[in-house]
Antibody
């Protein structure tokens, strides 16, 4: 059974670095063809793909966030991570991780609020 | 970036009515590997997106067969043949052929 669960700080201040963790089970990020993505959704708005990491450590980023994103993984502990630097209020959103091989499994999402 | 234009933005339907949602892409979504990475999702209120359709027309596991997807190149359609109350929510198309992956702006399905 595949499950994913996001965790994060809840609230942080502008200019800080946001660190998110996706803990998953039912698959391994060391298996050929497996990738995990981060997607976010501001309240009442649409979905935005942020980044993807794959089994062989290839990575893709949304250029709209320029160089603020870093995605990584810990294969041994079945986790994927996303860091966003220099956050501001526009980064307030629900952040999801999803099994990208088909996008058929998503986490429940974690709400992140950027506020001074 | 690939722009996906979804229409309509709001759809009001009665139970049992058949409806369609259009998703038009700013460029062809046919990948060099022969696949077209076009997906459809339903996001019910307060829930994560749920995949309905993958690779244009393949029904996701556990998804009722009243949902169907069609299209090619730049024009795609999601059809619901006989809307049920549980179908209310926002429908999104998404493309994963071209980086960055992009989503349509969503179609809100309301039940009359």
């Amino acid at each position: 059974q595949v499950t994913l669960k996001e965790s994060g700080p809840g609230i942080l201040q502008p200019s800080q670095t946001l660190s998110l963790t996706c803990s998953f089970s039912g698959f391994s990020l060391s298996t050929s063809g497996i990738c995990v993505s981060w997607i976010r959704q501001p309240s009442g708005k649409g979905l935005e793909w942020l980044a993807t990491i794959c089994w062989e450590d290839s990575k893709g980023y949304n250029p709209s966030l320029k160089n603020r994103l870093t995605i990584s993984k810990d294969t041994s502990n079945n986790q994927a991570f996303l860091k966003i630097t220099s956050v501001d209020t526009a980064d307030t959103a629900i952040y999801y991780c999803a099994l990208t091989t088909g996008f058929d499994y998503w986490g429940q999402g974690v709400m992140v609020t950027v506020s001074s | 970036d690939v722009v996906l234009t979804q229409t309509p933005s709001i759809l009001s339907a009665t139970i049992g009515q058949s409806v369609s949602i259009s998703c038009r892409s700013s460029q062809s979504l046919l990948d060099s590997d022969g696949n077209t990475y076009l997906y459809w999702f339903l996001q019910r209120p307060g829930q994560s997106p749920q995949r309905l359709i993958y690779l244009v027309s393949n029904l996701g596991s556990g998804v009722p067969n009243r949902f169907s997807g069609s299209g090619s190149g730049t024009d795609f359609t999601l059809k619901i043949s006989g809307v049920e109350a549980e179908d209310l929510g926002v429908y999104y198309c998404m493309q994963a052929t071209h980086a960055p992956f992009t989503f349509g702006s969503g179609t809100k399905l309301e039940i009359k």
